[in-house]
Protein backbone atom coordinates (compact mmCIF):
# COMPACT_ATOMS: atom_id res chain seq x y z
CA UNK A 1 0.00 0.00 0.00
CA UNK A 2 1.31 3.50 -0.79
CA UNK A 3 2.19 5.77 1.91
CA UNK A 4 0.29 8.31 0.03
CA UNK A 5 -3.48 7.58 -0.01
CA UNK A 6 -4.35 10.48 -2.10
CA UNK A 7 -1.74 9.47 -4.54
CA UNK A 8 -2.60 6.07 -4.89
CA UNK A 9 -6.30 6.81 -5.37
CA UNK A 10 -5.49 9.01 -8.24
CA UNK A 11 -3.81 6.64 -9.87
CA UNK A 12 -6.43 4.04 -9.76
CA UNK A 13 -8.90 6.83 -10.73
CA UNK A 14 -6.77 6.93 -13.86
CA UNK A 15 -6.85 3.41 -14.38
CA UNK A 16 -10.38 3.27 -13.94
CA UNK A 17 -11.39 5.60 -16.69
CA UNK A 18 -10.73 4.40 -20.07
CA UNK A 19 -13.64 1.36 -20.18
CA UNK A 20 -16.60 2.31 -22.58
CA UNK A 21 -19.01 1.33 -19.56
CA UNK A 22 -22.48 1.49 -19.48
CA UNK A 23 -25.29 -0.62 -17.31
CA UNK A 24 -24.23 -3.85 -18.76
CA UNK A 25 -21.41 -5.40 -21.39
CA UNK A 26 -17.74 -5.93 -20.95
CA UNK A 27 -16.93 -2.06 -20.20
CA UNK A 28 -17.92 -3.72 -16.79
CA UNK A 29 -16.25 -6.43 -16.87
CA UNK A 30 -12.95 -4.66 -17.95
CA UNK A 31 -13.74 -2.57 -15.01
CA UNK A 32 -14.13 -4.93 -12.54
CA UNK A 33 -10.95 -6.99 -13.70
CA UNK A 34 -9.11 -3.51 -13.05
CA UNK A 35 -10.79 -3.64 -9.20
CA UNK A 36 -9.53 -7.17 -8.82
CA UNK A 37 -6.36 -6.37 -9.50
CA UNK A 38 -5.91 -3.19 -7.62
CA UNK A 39 -7.63 -4.99 -4.81
CA UNK A 40 -4.65 -8.04 -4.77
CA UNK A 41 -5.29 -12.05 -4.04
CA UNK A 42 -6.15 -11.16 -0.49
CA UNK A 43 -9.22 -9.71 -1.69
CA UNK A 44 -11.39 -12.07 -3.25
CA UNK A 45 -13.96 -10.66 -5.55
CA UNK A 46 -16.66 -12.31 -6.46
CA UNK A 47 -18.22 -11.53 -10.28
CA UNK A 48 -22.05 -12.40 -10.48
CA UNK A 49 -24.12 -12.64 -14.27
CA UNK A 50 -27.56 -12.11 -13.78
CA UNK A 51 -28.87 -13.05 -17.12
CA UNK A 52 -31.18 -10.86 -19.64
CA UNK A 53 -34.80 -10.89 -18.81
CA UNK A 54 -35.00 -12.20 -15.43
CA UNK A 55 -37.62 -10.38 -13.12
CA UNK A 56 -36.00 -8.26 -9.98
CA UNK A 57 -38.46 -6.45 -8.30
CA UNK A 58 -40.65 -4.38 -10.35
CA UNK A 59 -38.11 -4.36 -12.64
CA UNK A 60 -36.67 -6.92 -15.80
CA UNK A 61 -32.58 -7.28 -16.11
CA UNK A 62 -31.75 -5.22 -19.32
CA UNK A 63 -30.81 -7.10 -22.51
CA UNK A 64 -26.34 -6.71 -22.71
CA UNK A 65 -25.42 -3.56 -24.41
CA UNK A 66 -21.80 -3.72 -26.03
CA UNK A 67 -19.56 -1.11 -28.34
CA UNK A 68 -17.52 -2.13 -31.30
CA UNK A 69 -16.91 0.79 -32.75
CA UNK A 70 -18.69 4.18 -33.68
CA UNK A 71 -18.19 7.77 -35.64
CA UNK A 72 -19.59 10.01 -37.22
CA UNK A 73 -18.40 11.46 -40.73
CA UNK A 74 -19.25 14.58 -42.42
CA UNK A 75 -19.60 15.99 -45.78
CA UNK A 76 -15.92 16.15 -46.39
CA UNK A 77 -15.34 12.66 -45.20
CA UNK A 78 -13.68 13.80 -41.96
CA UNK A 79 -14.26 11.97 -38.82
CA UNK A 80 -16.27 14.49 -36.40
CA UNK A 81 -16.28 12.29 -32.93
CA UNK A 82 -15.13 8.79 -32.57
CA UNK A 83 -16.05 6.85 -29.72
CA UNK A 84 -12.65 5.69 -29.51
CA UNK A 85 -11.50 9.26 -28.46
CA UNK A 86 -14.08 9.47 -26.26
CA UNK A 87 -16.72 7.13 -24.44
CA UNK A 88 -18.73 9.78 -23.95
CA UNK A 89 -19.29 10.65 -27.53
CA UNK A 90 -21.79 7.79 -27.82
CA UNK A 91 -25.34 8.00 -26.56
CA UNK A 92 -25.04 5.38 -24.12
CA UNK A 93 -27.15 2.00 -25.39
CA UNK A 94 -27.00 3.42 -28.74
CA UNK A 95 -28.93 0.70 -31.41
CA UNK A 96 -26.22 -0.16 -34.17
CA UNK A 97 -27.34 2.00 -37.53
CA UNK A 98 -25.35 2.54 -40.75
CA UNK A 99 -26.97 5.68 -42.37
CA UNK A 100 -26.59 8.52 -44.26
CA UNK A 101 -28.33 11.90 -43.35
CA UNK A 102 -28.50 15.52 -44.12
CA UNK A 103 -28.02 17.44 -41.45
CA UNK A 104 -31.65 18.51 -40.40
CA UNK A 105 -32.21 14.84 -39.98
CA UNK A 106 -28.93 14.26 -38.42
CA UNK A 107 -29.60 17.07 -35.67
CA UNK A 108 -32.24 15.47 -33.27
CA UNK A 109 -29.70 12.44 -32.92
CA UNK A 110 -26.89 15.20 -31.73
CA UNK A 111 -26.39 15.98 -27.70
CA UNK A 112 -24.84 19.33 -26.88
CA UNK A 113 -24.52 22.02 -23.92
CA UNK A 114 -25.12 26.02 -25.07
CA UNK A 115 -24.21 26.78 -21.72
CA UNK A 116 -20.63 25.05 -21.86
CA UNK A 117 -19.93 25.29 -25.64
CA UNK A 118 -16.26 23.22 -24.90
CA UNK A 119 -17.58 20.20 -23.30
CA UNK A 120 -18.93 16.55 -24.20
CA UNK A 121 -21.98 15.58 -22.51
CA UNK A 122 -23.15 12.68 -20.97
CA UNK A 123 -26.63 11.01 -22.08
CA UNK A 124 -27.98 7.50 -22.09
CA UNK A 125 -30.72 5.96 -23.21
CA UNK A 126 -31.15 2.84 -21.53
CA UNK A 127 -35.10 1.83 -21.57
CA UNK A 128 -35.91 3.67 -24.78
CA UNK A 129 -34.52 2.53 -27.83
CA UNK A 130 -32.54 5.34 -29.82
CA UNK A 131 -29.29 6.50 -31.22
CA UNK A 132 -27.18 9.39 -30.67
CA UNK A 133 -23.67 10.91 -30.89
CA UNK A 134 -22.62 13.79 -28.04
CA UNK A 135 -20.32 16.71 -28.87
CA UNK A 136 -19.39 20.06 -27.99
CA UNK A 137 -21.60 23.26 -28.79
CA UNK A 138 -18.88 24.61 -30.89
CA UNK A 139 -18.67 21.47 -32.83
CA UNK A 140 -22.18 21.19 -33.69
CA UNK A 141 -22.77 24.89 -33.98
CA UNK A 142 -19.69 24.36 -36.80
CA UNK A 143 -21.14 21.32 -38.57
CA UNK A 144 -21.95 22.64 -42.42
CA UNK A 145 -24.71 21.26 -44.61
CA UNK A 146 -24.28 18.17 -46.17
CA UNK A 147 -24.90 14.27 -45.92
CA UNK A 148 -22.91 12.81 -42.94
CA UNK A 149 -22.13 9.18 -42.34
CA UNK A 150 -23.18 7.35 -38.88
CA UNK A 151 -21.44 4.16 -38.35
CA UNK A 152 -22.11 2.94 -35.08
CA UNK A 153 -20.93 -0.80 -34.69
CA UNK A 154 -23.23 -1.83 -31.46
CA UNK A 155 -24.30 -4.96 -30.00
CA UNK A 156 -27.98 -5.23 -28.08
CA UNK A 157 -28.58 -9.05 -27.10
CA UNK A 158 -29.36 -11.26 -24.86
CA UNK A 159 -26.41 -11.55 -22.26
CA UNK A 160 -26.06 -10.32 -18.40
CA UNK A 161 -25.76 -7.23 -15.95
CA UNK A 162 -22.43 -7.91 -14.06
CA UNK A 163 -21.85 -7.06 -10.76
CA UNK A 164 -18.79 -7.59 -8.25
CA UNK A 165 -19.16 -8.18 -4.63
CA UNK A 166 -16.71 -8.63 -1.66
CA UNK A 167 -18.13 -10.41 2.14
CA UNK A 168 -15.19 -9.88 4.34
CA UNK A 169 -16.62 -11.40 7.30
CA UNK A 170 -16.02 -9.86 10.89
CA UNK A 171 -16.78 -11.45 14.34
CA UNK A 172 -20.55 -11.03 13.83
CA UNK A 173 -22.65 -11.93 11.20
CA UNK A 174 -24.27 -8.16 11.56
CA UNK A 175 -23.55 -6.35 8.53
CA UNK A 176 -21.94 -3.07 6.90
CA UNK A 177 -22.70 -2.27 3.49
CA UNK A 178 -20.98 -0.42 0.72
CA UNK A 179 -21.81 -0.24 -2.67
CA UNK A 180 -20.66 1.99 -5.45
CA UNK A 181 -21.91 2.12 -9.25
CA UNK A 182 -19.60 1.15 -11.87
CA UNK A 183 -21.67 2.20 -15.00
CA UNK A 184 -19.98 5.78 -15.56
CA UNK A 185 -17.82 5.95 -18.20
CA UNK A 186 -14.99 7.80 -18.34
CA UNK A 187 -16.10 10.86 -15.67
CA UNK A 188 -13.24 10.66 -12.81
CA UNK A 189 -15.45 12.48 -9.75
CA UNK A 190 -19.22 10.23 -10.75
CA UNK A 191 -18.15 7.73 -10.53
CA UNK A 192 -14.01 6.23 -10.55
CA UNK A 193 -13.42 8.11 -7.33
CA UNK A 194 -15.86 5.95 -5.61
CA UNK A 195 -15.05 2.97 -7.30
CA UNK A 196 -11.33 3.68 -6.24
CA UNK A 197 -12.27 4.26 -2.47
CA UNK A 198 -13.93 1.43 -2.31
CA UNK A 199 -11.18 -1.15 -3.33
CA UNK A 200 -9.15 1.06 -1.06
CA UNK A 201 -11.64 0.52 2.23
CA UNK A 202 -11.45 -3.25 1.26
CA UNK A 203 -7.60 -3.86 0.88
CA UNK A 204 -7.57 -1.71 4.50
CA UNK A 205 -10.46 -3.71 6.22
CA UNK A 206 -9.31 -7.11 4.94
CA UNK A 207 -6.23 -6.56 7.19
CA UNK A 208 -7.87 -5.45 10.08
CA UNK A 209 -9.92 -6.54 13.04
CA UNK A 210 -13.45 -6.65 12.14
CA UNK A 211 -16.06 -6.64 14.41
CA UNK A 212 -19.08 -6.66 11.39
CA UNK A 213 -19.31 -8.34 8.31
CA UNK A 214 -18.59 -5.76 5.63
CA UNK A 215 -19.48 -6.42 2.20
CA UNK A 216 -19.06 -4.00 -1.03
CA UNK A 217 -20.75 -3.79 -4.10
CA UNK A 218 -19.72 -2.65 -7.35
CA UNK A 219 -22.80 -2.51 -9.20
CA UNK A 220 -24.11 -0.66 -12.20
CA UNK A 221 -26.24 2.60 -10.84
CA UNK A 222 -30.33 1.89 -10.31
CA UNK A 223 -30.35 -1.33 -11.85
CA UNK A 224 -27.56 -2.99 -10.06
CA UNK A 225 -28.75 -2.50 -6.22
CA UNK A 226 -32.76 -3.84 -7.38
CA UNK A 227 -31.08 -6.74 -8.74
CA UNK A 228 -28.64 -6.99 -5.53
CA UNK A 229 -31.95 -6.33 -3.63
CA UNK A 230 -34.09 -8.81 -5.06
CA UNK A 231 -31.86 -11.80 -4.84
CA UNK A 232 -30.69 -11.33 -1.42
CA UNK A 233 -33.78 -9.52 0.13
CA UNK A 234 -34.15 -12.87 2.37
CA UNK A 235 -31.27 -11.47 4.45
CA UNK A 236 -30.62 -7.32 4.17
CA UNK A 237 -32.25 -7.84 7.68
CA UNK A 238 -28.57 -8.28 8.86
CA UNK A 239 -27.20 -4.85 7.73
CA UNK A 240 -27.33 -2.78 10.56
CA UNK A 241 -25.15 0.09 8.49
CA UNK A 242 -24.59 1.43 4.78
CA UNK A 243 -23.00 3.90 2.32
CA UNK A 244 -22.97 4.83 -1.14
CA UNK A 245 -20.13 6.66 -1.99
CA UNK A 246 -19.95 8.71 -4.97
CA UNK A 247 -18.40 12.03 -5.82
CA UNK A 248 -15.13 11.84 -3.23
CA UNK A 249 -12.86 13.63 -5.28
CA UNK A 250 -13.63 17.30 -6.13
CA UNK A 251 -12.61 20.40 -4.27
CA UNK A 252 -16.35 20.72 -2.30
CA UNK A 253 -16.86 20.06 1.25
CA UNK A 254 -17.97 16.49 2.62
CA UNK A 255 -21.34 15.90 2.22
CA UNK A 256 -23.49 13.08 4.09
CA UNK A 257 -27.05 12.36 2.87
CA UNK A 258 -28.78 11.01 5.71
CA UNK A 259 -30.90 7.51 5.31
CA UNK A 260 -34.68 7.45 5.11
CA UNK A 261 -34.83 6.72 8.93
CA UNK A 262 -33.02 9.78 9.76
CA UNK A 263 -31.39 8.94 12.73
CA UNK A 264 -29.61 5.62 12.31
CA UNK A 265 -26.11 4.60 13.70
CA UNK A 266 -24.45 5.58 10.51
CA UNK A 267 -26.15 8.91 10.05
CA UNK A 268 -24.99 9.91 13.59
CA UNK A 269 -21.68 8.55 12.81
CA UNK A 270 -21.15 10.49 9.99
CA UNK A 271 -22.16 13.77 12.09
CA UNK A 272 -19.64 12.21 14.51
CA UNK A 273 -16.87 12.13 12.29
CA UNK A 274 -17.75 14.83 10.52
CA UNK A 275 -17.58 17.51 13.24
CA UNK A 276 -14.45 16.14 15.04
CA UNK A 277 -12.12 18.34 12.81
CA UNK A 278 -14.11 21.35 12.92
CA UNK A 279 -13.62 21.73 8.84
CA UNK A 280 -16.54 22.67 6.85
CA UNK A 281 -19.05 20.11 5.63
CA UNK A 282 -22.80 19.82 5.22
CA UNK A 283 -25.37 17.04 6.26
CA UNK A 284 -28.60 16.57 3.91
CA UNK A 285 -31.43 15.15 5.19
CA UNK A 286 -32.57 12.07 2.70
CA UNK A 287 -35.07 12.57 -0.13
CA UNK A 288 -35.83 10.02 -2.60
CA UNK A 289 -33.50 11.22 -5.62
CA UNK A 290 -29.69 10.52 -6.35
CA UNK A 291 -28.06 7.29 -6.31
CA UNK A 292 -28.68 3.99 -4.80
CA UNK A 293 -29.37 5.24 -1.51
CA UNK A 294 -32.91 5.52 -2.84
CA UNK A 295 -33.11 1.57 -3.66
CA UNK A 296 -31.59 0.94 -0.30
CA UNK A 297 -34.12 3.15 1.57
CA UNK A 298 -37.43 2.19 -0.45
CA UNK A 299 -40.04 1.42 2.13
CA UNK A 300 -40.45 -1.76 1.57
CA UNK A 301 -36.72 -2.20 2.64
CA UNK A 302 -36.01 0.98 4.46
CA UNK A 303 -32.27 -0.10 5.50
CA UNK A 304 -30.11 2.17 7.38
CA UNK A 305 -28.09 3.28 4.64
CA UNK A 306 -26.87 6.73 3.69
CA UNK A 307 -24.63 8.52 0.80
CA UNK A 308 -21.01 10.08 1.70
CA UNK A 309 -19.61 12.48 -0.91
CA UNK A 310 -18.42 15.91 -1.73
CA UNK A 311 -20.32 17.46 -4.85
CA UNK A 312 -23.61 16.48 -4.68
CA UNK A 313 -25.20 15.34 -8.59
CA UNK A 314 -25.97 18.23 -10.46
CA UNK A 315 -24.39 21.14 -8.08
CA UNK A 316 -20.91 20.97 -10.02
CA UNK A 317 -20.84 22.46 -13.57
CA UNK A 318 -18.74 19.19 -14.46
CA UNK A 319 -21.37 16.70 -13.58
CA UNK A 320 -22.32 14.54 -16.23
CA UNK A 321 -19.95 15.83 -18.74
CA UNK A 322 -16.34 15.56 -20.13
CA UNK A 323 -15.13 18.29 -17.62
CA UNK A 324 -15.00 15.70 -15.03
CA UNK A 325 -11.81 14.86 -15.96
CA UNK A 326 -8.37 13.82 -13.88
CA UNK A 327 -7.55 17.27 -13.21
CA UNK A 328 -11.03 17.94 -11.66
CA UNK A 329 -10.72 15.43 -8.76
CA UNK A 330 -7.43 15.93 -6.80
CA UNK A 331 -5.62 13.46 -4.33
CA UNK A 332 -5.75 15.70 -1.06
CA UNK A 333 -10.03 15.46 -1.82
CA UNK A 334 -9.22 12.10 -2.69
CA UNK A 335 -7.50 11.07 0.74
CA UNK A 336 -9.65 13.52 2.59
CA UNK A 337 -12.48 11.58 1.72
CA UNK A 338 -11.10 8.18 2.47
CA UNK A 339 -10.33 9.42 5.70
CA UNK A 340 -13.74 10.49 6.52
CA UNK A 341 -15.04 7.60 5.33
CA UNK A 342 -12.67 5.28 7.28
CA UNK A 343 -13.83 7.31 10.55
CA UNK A 344 -16.86 7.04 9.59
CA UNK A 345 -16.85 2.91 9.94
CA UNK A 346 -14.73 2.54 12.75
CA UNK A 347 -16.80 4.31 14.54
CA UNK A 348 -19.72 1.92 13.85
CA UNK A 349 -17.90 -1.04 13.85
CA UNK A 350 -16.56 0.36 17.74
CA UNK A 351 -19.93 0.99 18.86
CA UNK A 352 -21.07 -2.11 20.77
CA UNK A 353 -23.70 -2.18 23.32
CA UNK A 354 -22.18 -2.74 27.12
CA UNK A 355 -24.02 -3.37 30.77
CA UNK A 356 -22.41 -2.69 34.02
CA UNK A 357 -21.91 -6.04 36.09
CA UNK A 358 -21.65 -3.69 39.67
CA UNK A 359 -24.67 -0.99 39.22
CA UNK A 360 -25.16 -0.71 43.18
CA UNK A 361 -22.98 2.33 43.82
CA UNK A 362 -20.07 3.38 42.24
CA UNK A 363 -17.40 0.86 41.85
CA UNK A 364 -13.93 1.99 43.51
CA UNK A 365 -11.47 2.56 40.37
CA UNK A 366 -8.39 3.65 42.15
CA UNK A 367 -7.87 0.48 42.74
CA UNK A 368 -8.36 -0.99 39.55
CA UNK A 369 -5.94 1.14 37.81
CA UNK A 370 -8.34 2.59 35.49
CA UNK A 371 -6.95 6.10 36.07
CA UNK A 372 -3.93 4.99 34.44
CA UNK A 373 -5.15 2.79 31.81
CA UNK A 374 -6.65 5.09 29.73
CA UNK A 375 -5.13 8.26 31.31
CA UNK A 376 -1.80 8.48 29.07
CA UNK A 377 -3.43 10.89 26.53
CA UNK A 378 -6.28 12.78 28.10
CA UNK A 379 -6.73 14.92 31.69
CA UNK A 380 -7.73 13.35 34.53
CA UNK A 381 -10.67 14.89 35.05
CA UNK A 382 -11.89 13.73 31.41
CA UNK A 383 -10.79 10.40 31.94
CA UNK A 384 -12.98 10.02 35.29
CA UNK A 385 -16.10 11.66 33.41
CA UNK A 386 -15.57 9.52 31.16
CA UNK A 387 -15.48 6.45 33.56
CA UNK A 388 -18.30 7.54 35.72
CA UNK A 389 -20.81 8.42 32.07
CA UNK A 390 -20.50 5.02 30.67
CA UNK A 391 -20.46 3.15 34.06
CA UNK A 392 -24.01 5.21 34.81
CA UNK A 393 -25.75 4.45 31.34
CA UNK A 394 -24.33 1.22 30.30
CA UNK A 395 -27.46 -0.83 30.97
CA UNK A 396 -27.69 -3.06 27.97
CA UNK A 397 -30.18 -0.72 26.43
CA UNK A 398 -27.43 2.28 25.15
CA UNK A 399 -24.74 2.38 22.96
CA UNK A 400 -21.36 3.62 23.19
CA UNK A 401 -22.61 6.00 20.62
CA UNK A 402 -25.62 7.52 22.88
CA UNK A 403 -23.13 7.45 25.73
CA UNK A 404 -20.89 10.02 23.75
CA UNK A 405 -23.74 11.70 22.59
CA UNK A 406 -25.20 12.63 26.18
CA UNK A 407 -21.88 12.76 27.77
CA UNK A 408 -20.81 14.85 25.44
CA UNK A 409 -17.22 13.62 25.24
CA UNK A 410 -15.72 12.75 22.37
CA UNK A 411 -16.68 9.11 21.23
CA UNK A 412 -13.07 7.83 20.86
CA UNK A 413 -12.82 8.69 25.27
CA UNK A 414 -15.84 6.94 25.33
CA UNK A 415 -15.06 3.79 23.84
CA UNK A 416 -11.42 4.05 25.66
CA UNK A 417 -13.30 4.47 28.66
CA UNK A 418 -15.43 1.07 28.19
CA UNK A 419 -12.55 -1.00 27.02
CA UNK A 420 -10.75 -0.09 30.39
CA UNK A 421 -13.50 -1.14 32.46
CA UNK A 422 -14.60 -4.21 30.69
CA UNK A 423 -10.84 -5.14 31.33
CA UNK A 424 -11.32 -4.73 34.92
CA UNK A 425 -14.95 -6.72 34.63
CA UNK A 426 -16.82 -4.39 35.50
CA UNK A 427 -18.98 -3.79 31.93
CA UNK A 428 -19.87 -6.88 29.75
CA UNK A 429 -21.35 -6.73 26.47
CA UNK A 430 -25.44 -7.25 25.45
CA UNK A 431 -28.09 -7.06 28.31
CA UNK A 432 -27.78 -8.39 31.78
CA UNK A 433 -29.54 -11.85 31.50
CA UNK A 434 -30.01 -12.18 35.20
CA UNK A 435 -29.44 -9.89 38.06
CA UNK A 436 -25.69 -8.71 38.80
CA UNK A 437 -24.86 -8.18 42.16
CA UNK A 438 -22.83 -5.34 43.92
CA UNK A 439 -19.23 -5.49 44.26
Not at 110 to 115: E, G, Q, R, V
Not at 257 to 264: F, L, P, V, Y
Not at 286 to 307: A, I, K, N, T, W
Request: glycine share 8%; hydrophobic share 40%.
Amino acid sequence: MSPDPGAWLHGLVADLLPPMRSITGEGVRTTLRTVARALGPEVPLTVHEVSSGTPVLDWVVPREWNVASARLIGPDGKTVVDVADNPLHLLGYSTPVRARLGLDELRPHLFSMPDRPDWVPYRTSYYNENWGFCLTDRQLSALPDGEYEVEIDTTLTDGSLTYGEIVLPGETTDEFLITTHTCHPAMANDNCSGIATAVLLARELAVAPRRHTFRLLFIPGTIGSITWLARNRDTVDRIRHGLVLTGLGDRSDPTYKRSRRGNAVVDRAAAVALAEGGRPHRIVDFSPYGYDERQFCSPGFDLPVGRFGRGQHGEYPQYHTSADDLDFVTPESLADSYALLRRIVTICDQNRTWYNTAPYGEPQLGRRGLYRAIGATMNRQAVEMALLWVLNLADGTRSLLDIAERADLPFDTIAEAAAALAGADLLAEGRPTVEVSGV
